[in-house]
């Protein structure tokens, strides 16, 4: 943005803005009739700990230039946590292995190496929703929901827990040994009984898992043929690093 202002005896130019949405920036010129023209400039970063600035001045009799630093210190039962800016209500974010996934409810703010991030203004006694996006996560988490709403009391730290999986994304092209599809939106279960997946369109298993090969069976029903067993082995697909998404087949039966 760049802002023209003009009297009589004086002008001034400035101009300012944003590179990402961590960095802002603003630098003017001040120019009177009677004396030299003023110079200022200020710049402000923002990461996940702090928040550091500094600006500086120049005019005819004299030169200024500070620096400062910002941001808040939270601590928790798993340790202690730095954030760029500080409210008086607040909410701890708490991801495992999500490290990098953006708070969407704090421009630059994202989920730390422990998994934590704290977002530093929210509205007390109203709900209010706390979103994460995945994106810049690890290809080998996933979350299992992305919005949480919280009514914080005022002056609180209130915790919302996100729950994650861990693991490859394997998507399982499976049959009945005798050729049809699986039925959609079939539970599939590892050998002790968990969930780990579920059957989507097109006879298509879907499952994170840290194993690369495993037991597994689809169950539809309560009757006896209403499931079917399927093992997978995505080895060899694993070689391959850059790979974010594994396919296989397997017949289930």
């Known amino acids: 943005n760049v802002n023209v202002t003009a009297s009589e005896d004086s002008r001034t130019v400035g101009a300012s ?10 630098a003017s010129v001040s120019h009177q009739d009677y004396a030299n023209p003023t110079f200022n400039a200020n710049g402000r970063y923002r ?15 004299y030169q200024q230039a500070m620096v400062s630093l910002s941001g808040s210190v939270v601590a928790h039962s798993d340790g202690i946590l730095f954030g760029p ?5 607040m909410v701890l974010v708490h991801a495992p292995d999500a490290a990098g996934a953006k708070v969407n409810n704090t421009v630059g703010l994202s989920v730390n190496k422990a998994g934590y991030a704290v977002v530093p203004y929210v509205t007390p006694y109203r709900l209010n929703d706390i979103t994460l996006d995945p994106q810049e996560m690890s290809s080998e988490v996933e979350l299992e929901e992305t919005s949480q709403r919280i009514a914080p009391f005022a002056g609180a730290i209130a915790k ?13 092209n499976s049959k009945t040994a005798d050729g049809n599809s699986l039925p959609f939106a079939a539970q599939v279960f590892n050998q002790k009984d968990e969930a780990v997946g579920i059957v989507a369109q097109g006879s298509m298993i879907y499952l994170r898992t840290p194993l690369a090969q495993d037991s597994l069976y689809v169950k539809w029903g309560d009757e006896s043929n209403e499931r079917c067993s399927v093992e997978y ?21």
């Open 85 to 89: 800016e500080q409210g008086q209500t």
């Open 17 to 26: 803005g944003m590179v990402g949405d961590r960095f802002s920036y603003g």
């Open 233 to 253: 082995n995505i080895s060899n697909q694993l070689r391959n690093k850059q790979q974010s998404i594994v396919m296989t087949e397997a017949v289930c039966k």
């Open 47 to 61: 990461t996940n700990y702090a928040t550091v600035g500094g600006s500086y001045s120049i005019a005819d009799s």
């Open 160 to 172: 919302v827990d996100f729950a994650t999986k861990t693991g490859y994304a394997v998507y399982i």
